[in-house]
């Protein structure tokens, strides 16, 4: 649930309540004038005291509602200006600040003319910073540049291959810069490539290591100084510390070292076997996370065999269960009790989890799907 709210004052509230009123009002002005005219030379002094109040009121709450409207107006007038001055179609083709812009292309410039977003007709290409480019090709506002930047785009979707900042780029594939730097952030790679991954070293530092990655499979970039890599599908096995992970899946590093990959072989991590194929999760280089292959065997964590399929969380820097999920068609036998879905643990200690067959728990019968909890079994119990 969101805690956004918006407030509004309470004249705004009232003046936009007399907008909506509006027809009304003029219905009943309209009744009011004509009883008035009818009656203006009627000798009953209190009625046509009593008339005159009401058109008052009645025409003022009219000219109220009248105004809301036409403020309406003025500013889609002023937003109409806004959009004819700022975004528009190119009769032919134009140099715009230093890019030569195709004819049919929409092109948008900000309140000081400065050009930051083209969009360009079927067909039509732009060159920026070395590569083509087609469809919607946002730039970083010139303010925001740096003579020492690499580039001056945000995002943009390359019309043919390209090599951006060394590396090889597919084209068709929308391709993501830093807004601050213009360092590239993501693309499609269009061939196999080597790039650096930090990971930590024995003594505690980092040492930069080459990662081949795949072909036609995404690769992201996070800056930090260097561009170094995020994450992308590996092109071969590779070995991280002590962790080997597959090639042709994806391998994810964070700002500790490795965050992600999978198990290119059965390998022993902290107190468990895990096998080939499993994907694994670290958290500043503990094991944060597993998911047990569907064709393995069971994993047994906080004394609960977990069947295949069952994704495993830990907690924090510990090798007991913090949740699990277990595949619907299994189970785990907690209490005596077969669990499946979602199971919530504290640290290795049973909350709750949702019934996988019709059970009697604590000498009520409860249906399969219900959520189970330790007070179900032990109402009386403290913990």
Known sequence: MSDISISFPPWMVAWFLLGEATPLITLALAGLLVAFLLNRRSSRTGLLRWLKLSLAVAGGAWLAGISFWVAGLVDQIRTDIYQAQHHYRLEKATNVAGLEIPTASMISVDEEGRLYEIETAEGTVVAIDGASWRGEIRLILPSQRKPSDRGTLK????????????????????????????????????????????????????ITQRIACASEREIRFRILGDQLLERCALAATVTIGSISCGGGEEIVFDGAGLGACTLASPQRIGPFELASATPVGFVSGHLDRFAIPPNSVPVTVSNLALPPGSDIHLCDRSWQIDWAIVPPGSYVVVLGIKLTGRLNFDCGKFEYGSLYEDSVVGGQRMARGACFSHEDLYPQSVR
């Open 155 to 206: 995002h943009a979707t390359l019309a043919a291959d390209a090599i951006i900042q060394g590396i090889p780029c597919r084209a068709g594939s929308l391709v993501e810069f830093s807004e601050s730097g213009g360092d590239l952030l993501s693309c499609i790679l269009a061939q196999p490539t080597d790039v650096a991954a930090q990971i930590p070293d024995a003594n505690g530092g980092t």
